[in-house]
Nanobody
Framework: QVQLVESGGGLVQAGGSLRLSCAAS????????MGWYRQAPGKQRELVAT???????NYGGSAKGRFTISRDGAKNTVHLQMNSLKAEDTAVYFC??????????WGQGTQVTVSS
């Protein structure tokens, strides 16, 4: 089993910044990558960004140029730095981790609200 604990969500004004963190624990010895997805009310969950254990990143269209994903391998933690936030970034942000043994695991989600 893989456990994911997210932190850093909250309320911010448009144009502001937030940093989300996600710590992985448990059976992560064959971790392949971690990432962030988000889901706004009435919408499907969408990719924000992922990062492999080798540091290769992939961003969803809404995140490119404004968000940066990074990984602290020693702590099995990923961070999502979000800048120039917009009202449309308001969503629940979910951390995920993919391992060879257990496939995809999800965190409980953290709310990000951007006021305009």
């Amino acid at each position: 089993q893989v456990q994911l604990v997210e932190s850093g969500g909250g309320l911010v004004q448009a144009g502001g910044s937030l940093r989300l963190s996600c710590a992985a624990s448990g059976s992560i010895f064959n971790l392949m990558y971690m990432g962030w997805y988000r889901q706004a009310p009435g919408k499907q969950r969408e990719l924000v960004a992922t990062i492999t254990i080798g540091g290769v990143t992939n961003y969803g269209g809404s995140a490119k140029g404004r968000f940066t994903i990074s990984r602290d391998g020693a702590k099995n933690t990923v961070h999502l730095q979000m800048n120039s936030l917009k009202a449309e970034d308001t969503a629940v942000y979910f951390c995920n981790a993919v391992t060879k043994s257990f496939g995809t695991s999800w965190g409980q989600g953290t709310q990000v609200t951007v006021s305009s």
